[in-house]
């Protein structure tokens, strides 16, 4: 998914309202989604908030939806480690040679902040954007991505500018589609949540009967000191 925050939710709000919105399905080996990834937790109050908007967003879009911004399963990708869906375990080859390298790359990054500032509505589902407090976030991800291209992995071409954590994927007909993009067009600005990752996960995803969840295979802890004053100071 690519473009600005403002085209990707006309482009999904007008698939919505023609009846085009992309429904998911559960993971699959082989499938091209839902590969190995890196993710970021948020903190404890701001995940509160999402689930909150998720609760929200499942109401309005009516029922078979998987509620993505929920207990265990809240995030915010930073990039694909693999784009081919494998069932993995921590002890994998592969995950620990990742994971090994993440945890390189993560020493000495800060906790990485964001502004969660408003939603969109896309062709998959409902997002929260979220703005950089700083620069922490970007440099964590161009680090991974540069490892990736220099260790030859296709995923390397994953080249997302847009921050966000999906509320909710779809995965049946929207029942309403007017109402829910009425009720994401009145939240596409909101009232600013701080949210704080303090750790990045290797996850693989699984389908636990009612939405897909990220399942953590190993943990980065970010441990290094903010180095830049956040930008709303600058202003």
Same mark, same amino acid.
């Given at each position: 998914?690519?473009?600005?925050?403002?085209?990707?939710?006309?482009?999904?709000?007008?698939?919505?309202?023609?009846?085009?919105?992309?429904?998911?399905?559960?993971?699959?080996?082989?499938?091209?989604?839902?590969?190995?990834?890196?993710?970021?937790?948020?903190?404890?109050?701001?995940?509160?908030?999402?689930?909150?908007?998720?609760?929200?967003?499942?109401?309005?879009?009516?029922?078979?939806?998987?509620?993505?911004?929920?207990?265990?399963?809240?995030?915010?990708?930073?990039?694909?480690?693999?784009?081919?869906?494998?069932?993995?375990?921590?002890?994998?080859?592969?995950?620990?040679?990742?994971?090994?390298?993440?945890?390189?790359?993560?020493?000495?990054?800060?906790?990485?902040?964001?502004?969660?500032?408003?939603?969109?509505?896309?062709?998959?589902?409902?997002?929260?954007?979220?703005?950089?407090?700083?620069?922490?976030?970007?440099?964590?991800?161009?680090?991974?991505?540069?490892?990736?291209?220099?260790?030859?992995?296709?995923?390397?071409?994953?080249?997302?500018?847009?921050?966000?954590?999906?509320?909710?994927? *779809?995965?049946? +007909?929207?029942?309403? +589609?007017?109402?829910?993009?009425?009720?994401?067009?009145?939240?596409?600005?909101?009232?600013?949540?701080?949210?704080?990752?303090?750790?990045?996960?290797?996850?693989?995803?699984? *389908?636990?009967?009612?939405?897909?969840?990220?399942?953590?295979?190993?943990?980065?802890?970010?441990?290094?000191? +903010?180095?830049?004053?956040?930008?709303?100071?600058?202003?």
């Amino acid at each position: 998914m690519t473009g600005s925050p403002e085209t990707i939710h006309q482009r999904g709000r007008a698939a919505v309202l023609a009846g085009r919105a992309l429904l998911d399905v559960p993971p699959a080996p082989g499938g091209t989604r839902w590969g190995l990834s890196l993710v970021a937790r948020p903190d404890a109050e701001a995940a509160a908030q999402l689930e909150a908007l998720a609760s929200g967003a499942a109401a309005a879009a009516g029922p078979g939806q998987w509620v993505t911004a929920s207990p265990g399963s809240t995030h915010l990708t930073i990039t694909y480690l693999e784009r081919v869906h494998r069932a993995l375990d921590p002890d994998d080859t592969a995950v620990r040679r990742l994971a090994g390298s993440v945890q390189q790359l993560a020493d000495g990054t800060p906790p990485l902040r964001w502004r969660v500032t408003g939603l969109a509505l896309a062709d998959r589902g409902v997002l929260a954007l979220a703005e950089p407090v700083d620069g922490a976030p970007d440099r964590l991800r161009d680090r991974v991505m540069r490892e990736l291209a220099e260790v030859g992995r296709a995923e390397a071409y994953y080249r997302r500018s847009v921050w966000w954590s999906t509320l909710l994927h *779809f995965a049946a +007909p929207v029942a309403d +589609p007017a109402g829910l993009a009425a009720w994401v067009d009145a939240r596409t600005s909101l009232e600013p949540v701080p949210l704080t990752a303090d750790r990045v996960d290797v996850v693989r995803y699984d *389908f636990d009967g009612v939405r897909t969840v990220p399942v953590t295979l190993a943990v980065a802890p970010l441990t290094g000191v +903010p180095q830049e004053v956040p930008r709303a100071a600058q202003a």
